[in-house]
């Protein structure tokens, strides 16, 4: 290998930076050349390529977003598509692939590594955390206490005004950021897709709960079966209309902003492991940190098997918000 492509892809998130930093620092450091796509798969088909150097990925280390840009590629998922993909790529001379982001980026990378067999390695760039063979995806952390910040903003309200909140938080596959944040914020009660419990628990909950707490902040993750927010938030007001009760969709603020410490090093040392696992041989394979150990897990099985819920966490927010 002797010169690297870097690319983010799909939806950005906090620490896509870090990440881009240190595929392109270390690349260097193995004394290989490394060229940064932009606007994702999209940029690969349509030859947006940029040089990067050490100065290139100096002070982004703290910034939100991606300084290559993103986007979800259309064009890439046709074999036309990935076929000028390749031919832009075999101009530019590169021999490998680090592709930064979530499922959609990962099923790419599969069928496009196949086809032409060029060595791609995946990091988990996203604000899910929904990918398996990681215990954290890049941006997830940073994504959590965005919203925890919102919450408790709205939990002042909330109890100032004696009110129920129905907040959704992102995910739409996966209820992973609504579990934590929710616990962070110590949430009545938690609506993800995962549980299973469904709205009957729910109103179950909230009749058999404290009638003395003047607010309560009900989580809910944009994928969960009750369907949203602003559903979910009609059949409270529907069963309960003694509550005045509120809906808040937190949105793409959980997308931005600056990577917490915690984002910033996994990206770093993400970074690190994927060009090494290129010189390595290694193909096909996401970078993903096991109990602080890095592991390689093939990018069809990161994406064909979502990262579990931590049964336990839904214990203990049927334990804390009694
Ligand atoms: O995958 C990240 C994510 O933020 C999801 O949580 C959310 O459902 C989706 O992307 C939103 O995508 P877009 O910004 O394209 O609307």
Redesign the pocket.
Known sequence: IKKIGVLTS??DSPGMNAAIRAVVRTALYYDLEVVGIRRGYEGAVNGEFIEMDRKSVANIIQRGGTILKTA?SKSFQTKEGRQKAYEQLKSKEIDALVVIG?DGTFTGATVFGEEFDLPIIGLPG???NDLFGTDFTIGYDTAINTAVDAVDKIRDTAESHDRVFIVEV???DSGLIALRSGIGVGAEAIMIPESKTGVEHLIHRLEVGRKDKSSKIIMVA?GDDAGGAFKLGDIIKEKFPHYDTRVSILG?IQ?GGKPTCMDRVLASRLGVAAVEGLLEGRKAEMAGLIHGKIVFTPLDHAIKHNQEVNQSLLKIVEILSL
């Open positions: 799909g939806g979800r979530g996203t604000i899910d992102m995910g739409r944009e793409h997308r």
